[in-house]
């Protein structure tokens, strides 16, 4: 791989600093990265679409960022038309540019925009893939290392009393379930022991291997049923206490089973870590209608309260979106939060020297419009009326009948 650096200046502080060859070597890969592309969609291009795995040589020989680089460059540049889908269009401006000025060429890509938007596709599935295989190779050089390999168990939660299973033959679901609530219990012990160092707790790391051994639902059943018993203890932030309580635990015969519960934990590092998996479990779910609702109101929110453009450049009004809606978000909800914000000049992208992504629109924009919210569907709400079961039809009296 080539693993020449992208400069992330302008030429006129690579010659103010004595690094032009650091600028024009960054620049050489860049044309070589654009031909080599180009050539690819040439070559690959049937007609229709492009063969599984043709990007993945490109990938290997210039490196995801350089590759990413001219793709997004090349959209930014040729989006004048609206060639391109509206999630590539999106996913372009979340690409840092490296201080790289508009208009050149040797970093647009001359393939035609139909074949180049398809080509974007199929780079972010074979992203995906070397990913797994990158995690796969992890696990195996982990486990020859020594390191913690866990395997899941993956026994159902059983959410019915003794008496109950008992009756309906499945005892021994009920057992094994218990059973496992157990060692769970005792899994979350030995990850907080074994991830509290110098006084800190990684929260992330010890979620993280109970979730490897038990899954998301036993755990969060586990930490639920023991934080219920809790409710007087200060050191449990009332947030847990709260979602504590909405979830259903199993009485039996109106006593809690007490051999699950976490005793040999300090509460504050058990309240870290509750928290913790609460969030790791809300990254997990789906965004819903209301979601990205609540994060368009948000960033409308943070536009319409600056007093004055807060860009770097004093150019747009700018708000963050927030980070947990991203790690949620799949290309449908940007999408759609995109189009719920009424503006022009939108775009989502990042920021050289900070984190995350922003919404940005021009100072010239009214910021006090309000949201594009779609209607309801009318042909949706006739099949959910013809989908619903309809009443018995009344029989006539007897006096009718006559």
């Known amino acids: 791989m080539d693993k020449t650096p992208i400069y992330p200046h302008s030429a006129a502080y690579a010659r ?18 654009r031909n080599a592309i180009d050539s690819t969609i040439r070559s690959n291009w049937d007609g229709m679409n492009f063969p599984e795995g043709c990007a993945k040589e490109i990938l290997e020989r210039f490196g995801q960022e350089r590759v990413t680089f001219i793709l997004a460059y090349t959209v930014r540049e040729t989006n004048f038309d609206n060639r391109f889908s509206g999630h590539n269009a999106s996913w372009a401006n ?42 796969t190779k992890r696990r195996t050089h982990s486990a020859d290392r020594g390191e913690k390999v866990f395997k899941l168990d993956k026994t159902p939660v059983y959410k019915e009393t003794f008496a109950y299973a008992y009756e309906h033959g499945e005892a021994e679901l009920h057992h094994a379930s218990r059973r496992a609530n157990i060692a769970c219990k005792d899994a979350i012990v030995t990850a907080i022991n074994d991830n509290y160092r110098d006084y800190r707790l990684n929260t992330a790391a010890a979620v993280k291997e109970v979730v490897q051994q038990f899954g998301f639902e036993r755990m969060l059943y586990v930490l639920a ?8 203890d200060g050191r449990i932030s009332r947030a847990n206490k709260q979602w504590a309580q909405s979830i259903p635990v199993v009485f039996e015969q ?10 040999r934990s300090h509460p504050g590092l058990l309240d870290m870590f509750a928290s913790e998996a609460r969030h790791e479990h809300l990254l997990k ?5 209301a979601d990205i609702r609540a994060e368009a109101e948000h960033i409308m929110q943070r536009l319409q309260s600056e007093q004055e453009p807060n860009s770097p450049s004093g150019t747009h009004y700018m708000a963050q979106i927030s980070p947990d809606f ?7 909800d940007t999408d759609r939060l995109m189009a719920m914000l009424p503006f022009q000049s939108l775009s989502f992208s990042t920021l050289e020297g900070r984190r995350g992504t922003y919404a940005l629109i021009s100072q010239n924009e009214n910021r006090f419009q309000k949201l594009q919210l779609r209607k309801p569907s009318v042909r949706k709400k006739l099949q959910e009326q013809s989908a619903a079961p309809k009443p018995p039809a009344k029989k006539k009296s007897k006096e009718q009948e006559r």
């Open 94 to 135: 979340t690409v840092s540019m490296h201080g790289m000025g508009r208009g050149r060429e040797s970093c647009t890509l001359e393939s035609h925009p139909a074949k180049v938007d398809l080509f974007i596709d199929l780079v972010q599935s074979d992203l995906q893939e070397l990913a797994k295989q990158k995690s």
């Open 16 to 33: 103010e600093n004595g690094e032009l060859e650091q600028y024009r070597a960054s620049m050489r890969t860049l044309t070589e990265c």
């Open 254 to 263: 109106g006593e809690r089973d007490m051999t699950c519960l976490i005793t």
């Open 326 to 332: 991203l790690a949620r978000a799949k290309t449908k």
């Open 225 to 232: 049923n023991t934080l219920q018993t809790m409710d007087s």
């Open 285 to 289: 779910q789906p965004l819903k209608a």
